[in-house]
Every structure is written in structure tokens, then in C-alpha cells.
């Protein structure tokens, strides 16, 4: 847990009072908990935008962020609003002008296709409708689709142009504007195209069915794509769902009234009834209950809580009814800042995206330069008529090779899985994090708060001879008073269970990596570690000596507490083992990740819990610079590092390794520092976080792998290397339809994260 905490002072109070005095920071020595810098970080993670003033963000395109919605003017996807709250409304909009185009574009385009494939099965349809009318008619049904359902195609292909940023709308652009072009020439002028162009009557062939297919067929795409990212969301959604949408707020008159959560401010006093979600984060002032926190730690088990306990926004209440004082509202809560987190890691780019990027880069001209080779090469060694079989092939190179399943690869892969991390409590900072997570083969591990519950007891009380047990404890709770530390908390409690009320302390100091000291009653008081007793000039006697050493072989972490330059006791705390811990430190090293303790704790304590847990390495005694340097040891072996932990002394070891994972329980500067937090602070959710990442990686691998594949086949096939072999030509019609489906295949293989299993 943390090496520091602040703590209040809490007065009796009938009514709502300003924030509590905040009292300086109360650190302790002994073992890991030994010396601890003053750690009260108002850094927090950005909250959600201020409504009103959203930005919109390319998903695959970072740096644009534009005031307004509309295409991406790099890669001309649709921009996404950057406040996550605003991202349901965007989505459906989307979808629903989407799916406008795409039935008005159907509507239109099966009547073209019908009647420009009929006359060739059924012959005697011309009777009907001579030739001539036939395209006429064609022409006119498919004016509203390249003007009206299609026309955001060409805008964006035509902005593509004018920018330079050459993207998936560029080539349809040119493939369906070329169909169309050609063809209403074509009827309008026949005459101005030489013979190479005519078919055996005489005539020149049309493509409205071309252009008006594609089109419809981009807009499928289009309109199925907005639906799967509408999906991606959905466990953003899902969390901010969890808030509670009203509080009731208790006046100083005692009366009650009930207002939006948004209307809460700090300081009010809140009432919460059975079943109730907790509308903000705070701390009970009057009852008690039980509250369900699977929301935020996955254990279905409620957690007891009485007066002065904390909780947190989302939760519901059990059966109890309590009062409760609100402490961060609004973008301040825990699940506030869950949603920024997860929405800003949703739009990261993990480091193999630049591979994408690279090919996305020169991909276009390639595609352009490609289809001008083949309509040469049709043109000059094509069987009659030789320019309509290359315009043909020309045209379906354009279309087949639209790089939007390349561009959706990545992003995609990790909106849902950082979603589906979430929804397990594992909150990713950014994609960067996700990847590197995949190449772990070390994991440094700090003990308290990580392997162990973080919540010691007082076990052992030795005085001294000549000193009384009763004094020793008094003076080692007076340094402690007020501290919300797992140390000092069994300190103070074992003080109040005796009935010893401290006393106030003077000249309060911390020394990092060893303890904390001040004055009592005029006398000089230490307490913490060994060596920091050792400083002050205090010897153990043998006899304390052995009691330290027999304490700390049972795992227990021993203090000393010194007056003036003589060690006055020996204080014991036992912080047990996490239950889960057993189960996920086997499951990490089945997955052949090498385990290291880093502890401030003895030698004799490390020893015991190392062994207890089958860990093979550990290094006990070790101060925060410590960490670091074993941390840049091990990469510096060519190791990839994660570091686990949750205290102060644990953020600068987080910071320096590959990845830094903080369990959500410790202090918000771990938190700051780790690109991957734990929620539930459990162990077992590093093995899910490595799992999470390995099927990422892999789902990331398939859709690039998906995307290459189907533009090194696709693109040759539509360049016709296949017609002197087989006879068989590509239709654009067909090749649209396929670089529809390359997109939607790789949103739906994206998709399936979400029901990933993250254990084995």
C-alpha cells in the first residue's frame, strides 16, 4: 500500500462544515514501510471535456481535432466527438444518415443493375425497351446516387486532392466518377470514341450499373461500419451507465431534497437509502451498511461500511441507510476519471500502427500507379475491344484496393480491447502500454499492497527490560495519530483496544527509507527500521535482537521504537497474504514470466513471504532508488520489465520499467506513474492484463494480416493476371463489394475481444 497517506482530523459536526483541516503527512519507518517522502498529489487524471465545447477526433488520424463534426481531412473517416459522453449521440447519427444513403442508393441502383443485365439473359427484353431508352433511363436513376447518396464520396475524394492527403475516398472516387463519366459521355457522344472502344455492333458500352453498384456498396460498408464502432463503445457507455443520475441532498434544517448528481457540490451532505446507487464519492458521517463494489473490484461480496469509511460513486447500497459526506464530485470521482482514462487509451495508437501507417503512406499512388500500368498494358496487348477491357480493369484496381480495412486494423482492436479491459477492471493508460504488456518476461513485484493484503495488524508488543509494554505502544502511537497507513492504522487501533490515547508530537519528521521521528514529552522518539535506529545511536540488546530476528523469520515486519539513543521495544506487524496471490503468482510463472520481490522489508520477512509464495528471487531491505537501479538492471540484461506496486516509493520504479502496473488501492501517484491500472488491486489481474494483451496483439496481427493479404490478392486479380490463365476479369461491382466486406471483416474479427477469454 502507500508509504504515505494524508489524514483529517474529523470533528463532531450536526451539520455540513468545510473540508476537514488537512494535517501534515504521518510516515513510519519499518521494513517496506520504512520512510516515505509527503505524497498529497493533487494530480489527477483529465476528466471528461466540459459539454459544450467538444472537440472532434480522428480515430486513425491523431492529429487532427477539428471544432466540428465531419470527414477527417487526412484519411476522410468520420470524426468522433473527444468527450466520450457525447459519443452515443454521434454514433447513432452517424448510422441513422448512413443507412438514409444506403436504402435511398438501393433504391435507385437495383433498377440500373436490372436494366443493364437483363438484355444479356433475356434477349428479347430490348423489344420492350429499346437500347437507347434503356440508358437513358439508367442515366436518370443514377443521377440521385452519385449526387445525392454518394456525393460525400466525391467531396471527400475531391478534398483528398486538393490536400494532398490521398486516402480510401481518392480511389473511389476515381473509380465510380470514372464509370460514370465515361458513361454519360458515352451516351451523350458516341461518336468521339475510336473502335479500339466499340463492341462488335458497333456500339460503346456503359457502366451506370458500375457506379451506381459501387456506390451503394460503399455506403453498406459505410453504414455497417458506423454501427461496429457504435459497438466499440459500448463498455464506455456501459461504465458511464453506472453513475447515478440523482441525490438526495440533506439540508441543515434536516429537511431533504432530491437534485441532479450534477448539481452536487463538495461539502454536501447526502442522503443514500437501501438500493441506492452512491451518487458521489465521499465518506459516511452518520449509519452504516453494505455496499456492493463489483463495479469497481469485480467481488460480488458487499463491504461493510461505518462512519468515516470512504465510497464511491456508482456503487448501490445495500440494506443500510446512511448520510454521507461528498468529496469529489463531477469529473473528480474514481469513475470519472475511469471513463477519461479509458476513452483517452481507446484513442492512442499502439507503436505497430506505424508500420500501417507506413504502408497507408505510399499505398494510394502505388494503387493509382498500378491502374495506369494495366489499362496501358490492356489497352495495348487486350483482346477487342481493347481501351473498354482496360478502362474495365482500371477502374476495378481503383475500387478493390481502398485501404480503409488497413486503417481500421489497429484502432479498431483497441477501442474494443481496451473497452473489454476495462470492464474486467483493468485500465489500460494507452495502446503503447497495451503493446509492450504483450513482450513482458519479468515482473518486479513490491510485497505490501501487492502480494499482501496491505492491512497489518499488531501482532507483537516486546518492551525492553526496565520499560513497559503499555509506553512503548503510547509512544509509537502518538508519531502515528491520524495517519490513514496500513502501519499506522495497527498501531492506532492496537492503542484504542488498550485504551491509550495519544499525545501530541512535535518537530514531526519523515526520513525516507527508514522511519518517522519527533518529540514526546520533551524526549527524542524514532520509529522504524533497524537501521534507523541504529542511527539515532541505539543498540538492540541480544535479547531484543533474537526477538526481532524470530519475528521477522515468521514474516512478520519488526520496529523498533527508540527514546533518546536506547530502543525502548520492538513493535511486530503480520500484513497477510492476498488469498488470490498463491493462484496468480502460479499462473504468471506457467506463463514463463520471471518473478522479483523488491521489498524495504528484512531479510526475514521477505524471506518468509518469497518462500510461502514459491518466488525464487527477492531483494529485501532495498530503498526506492533501490527499485529503480533493479529495474534498469534487468532491461539492461535485455529483459522486459513490469513493475507492480502501489506506493510512493513504488513510482519511480513504475516510471523506469518497460510497463508500470499500479493496484488501484494504492496513491494516486503510482496510479500517475503505471500506464496500466488495477482496479481491484489483486494480483490475479496482472495475469489478465498480460492475457488481455497477448489477444489484443494477436487480434491486431490477424486484421493486418487480413488487410495485406486481401490487397496483395486482390489487387493483381482486378489487374487481370488471372485472365490470360482462367479468362476470368474482375467486375468493379465485384470488387467494390469486396473491399466493402475486407472493412466489415475486420471490424467483426475486432468485435470478437469483447467475448476474449482472459484466463486460462
Known amino acids: 500500500m502507500s508509504d504515505c497517506c494524508s489524514h483529517h482530523k474529523k470533528e463532531e459536526k450536526p451539520a455540513p462544515s468545510p473540508e476537514p483541516e488537512k494535517k501534515a503527512c504521518c510516515c513510519h519507518g519499518g521494513g517496506e514501510h520504512g520512510g516515505h517522502e509527503h505524497h498529497h498529489s493533487s494530480a489527477k487524471p483529465a476528466g471528461p471535456v466540459v459539454p459544450g465545447v467538444t472537440m472532434y477526433i480522428c480515430p486513425m488520424c491523431p492529429s487532427v481535432r477539428e471544432p466540428k463534426p465531419g470527414p477527417c481531412p487526412i484519411c ?30 438501393l433504391f435507385f441502383s437495383v433498377p440500373v443493375f436490372l436494366l443493364a443485365m437483363l438484355p444479356m439473359l433475356w434477349p428479347g427484353m430490348n423489344d420492350l425497351l429499346p437500347q437507347g431508352i434503356n440508358r437513358w433511363v439508367q442515366l436518370v436513376l443514377t443521377l440521385p446516387v452519385v449526387f445525392w447518396a454518394g456525393n460525400f464520396v466525391f467531396i ?22 470514372a464509370a460514370f463519366l465515361f458513361s454519360t459521355v458515352a451516351l451523350i457522344a458516341p461518336g468521339i470514341f475510336p473502335d479500339s472502344f466499340r463492341s462488335e455492333g458497333g456500339g ?53 431534497e432530491e437534485i441532479p448528481v450534477s448539481d452536487v457540490e463538495e461539502g454536501m451532505w447526502l442522503r443514500v437509502r437501501p438500493g441506492e446507487k452512491i451518487p458521489v464519492d465521499g465518506a459516511l458521517v452518520e449509519g452504516s451498511s453494505s455496499v456492493d463494489e463489483s463495479m469497481l473490484t469485480g467481488e460480488s461480496v458487499p463491504v461493510e461500511k461505518q462512519v468515516d469509511d470512504t465510497v464511491t460513486g456508482g456503487t448501490i447500497n445495500g440494506r443500510g441507510s446512511f448520510i454521507m459526506e461528498a468529496k469529489q464530485v463531477g469529473a473528480d470521482t474514481v469513475l470519472a476519471h475511469i471513463v477519461a482514462q479509458v476513452a483517452e487509451a481507446q484513442r492512442s495508437r499502439a507503436p505497430v500502427q506505424a508500420v500501417a501507417d507506413k504502408v497507408a ?94 492491512k497489518p495488524t499488531l501482532t507483537d508488543l516486546v518492551a525492553a527490560e526496565g520499560e ?40 514531526f519528521e519523515s526520513v525516507t527509507g527508514g522511519g518517522i521521528m519527533g518529540k514526546l514529552d520533551g524526549d527524542s522518539i ?26 521477522s523469520a515468521e514474516g512478520k515486519t519488526v520496529m523498533a521504537v527508540v527514546r533518546g539513543d536506547k530502543v525502548a521495544g520492538l513493535i511486530a506487524v503480520a500484513d497477510p497474504i492476498k488469498a488470490s496471490t498463491p493462484e496468480a503468482v502460479k499462473s504468471l510463472q506457467k506463463r514463463g514470466v520471471r518473478l522479483v520481490m523488491l521489498t524495504g522489508d528484512n531479510e526475514g520477512t521477505a524471506k518468509a513471504v518469497a518462500e510461502k509464495l514459491g518466488i525464487k528471487e527477492y531483494r529485501a531491505g532495498i530503498k526506492p532508488d533501490d527499485k529503480i537501479e533493479a529495474v534498469k538492471k534487468l532491461r539492461a540484461e535485455g529483459r522486459r520489465v513490469a ?39 489483486d494480483l490475479r489481474g496482472v495475469d489478465h492484463a498480460i492475457a488481455l494483451s497477448h489477444t489484443v496483439m494477436r487480434n491486431i496481427r490477424q486484421n493486418l494480416f487480413f488487410a495485406f493479404i486481401y490487397n496483395g490478392i486482390g489487387v493483381p486479380v482486378a489487374a487481370g493476371v488471372l485472365y490470360p490463365l482462367i479468362g476470368v476479369l474482375l467486375s468493379p461491382m465485384i470488387a467494390a463489394a469486396a473491399m466493402s466486406l475486407s472493412s466489415v471483416s475486420v471490424i467483426t474479427n475486432a468485435l470478437r475481444l469483447k467475448s476474449a477469454r482472459l484466463q486460462d
Not at 86 to 95: H, L, P, S, T
Not at 215 to 222: A, D, E, N, R
Not at 468 to 488: F, I, N, T, W
Request: charged share 20%; with cysteine; aromatic share 4%.
Open 361 to 454: 503512406g505510399v499505398f494510394v499512388p502505388v494503387v493509382v500507379g498500378i491502374a495506369v500500368v494495366a489499362f496501358i498494358c490492356w489497352a495495348l496487348w487486350g483482346p477487342s475491344p481493347a481501351l473498354a477491357f482496360a478502362f474495365v480493369n482500371a477502374v476495378s484496381v481503383l475500387i478493390i484496393a481502398c485501404p480503409c480495412a488497413l486503417g481500421l486494423a489497429t484502432p479498431i482492436s483497441i477501442m474494443v480491447g481496451v473497452g473489454r479491459g476495462a470492464k474486467e477492471g483493468i485500465l489500460i493508460k494507452n495502446a503503447e502500454s497495451l503493446e509492450k504488456l504483450e513482450k513482458i518476461d519479468t515482473l518486479c513485484l513490491d510485497k505490501t499492497g501487492t502480494l499482501t493484503e496491505g
Open 156 to 177: 471527400r475524394g475531391f478534398n483528398s486532392l486538393k490536400g494532398l492527403n490521398l486516402n480510401m475516398f481518392t480511389l473511389i472516387m476515381c473509380g465510380a466518377g
Open 468 to 507: 513497559d509494554e503499555r509506553e512503548v505502544l503510547r509512544m509509537a502511537a502518538a508519531l502515528e495519530q491520524g495517519s490513514e497507513h496500513p502501519l499506522a492504522a495497527a498501531i492506532a487501533q492496537a492503542a484504542k483496544e488498550r485504551d491509550i490515547k495519544p499525545d501530541k508530537v512535535e518537530d
Open 643 to 681: 513493475m507492480a506496486g502501489d506506493g510512493v516509493n513504488d513510482a519511480p520504479a513504475l516510471s523506469a520499467a518497460d510497463v508500470g502496473i499500479a493496484m488501484g488501492t494504492g496513491t494516486d501517484v503510482a496510479i500517475e506513474s503505471a500506464g496500466v491500472t488495477l482496479v481491484k488491486g
Open 76 to 105: 476522410g473517416m468520420p470524426l468522433e466527438p473527444e468527450d466520450p459522453t457525447a459519443g452515443d449521440e454521434a454514433a447513432r447519427e452517424e448510422y441513422r444518415a448512413m443507412s438514409r444513403r444506403f436504402w435511398g442508393s
Open 204 to 256: 460503346v458500352h456503359v457502366y451506370f450499373e458500375s457506379a451506381a453498384v459501387i456506390l451503394s456498396l460503399v455506403l453498406l460498408g459505410q453504414m455497417l461500419e458506423a454501427r461496429a464502432r457504435g459497438r466499440t463503445g459500448e463498455a464506455l457507455r456501459a461504465l458511464m451507465d453506472q453513475a447515478a443520475k440523482s441525490a438526495r441532498v440533506v439540508h441543515d434544517d434536516g429537511s431533504e
Open 526 to 551: 524514532r520509529v522504524g527500521n533497524m537501521a534507523f535506529a541504529q542511527d539515532a545511536g541505539a543498540a538492540l540488546e541480544d535479547t531484543l535482537k533474537a526477538k526481532a530476528e524470530a519475528l
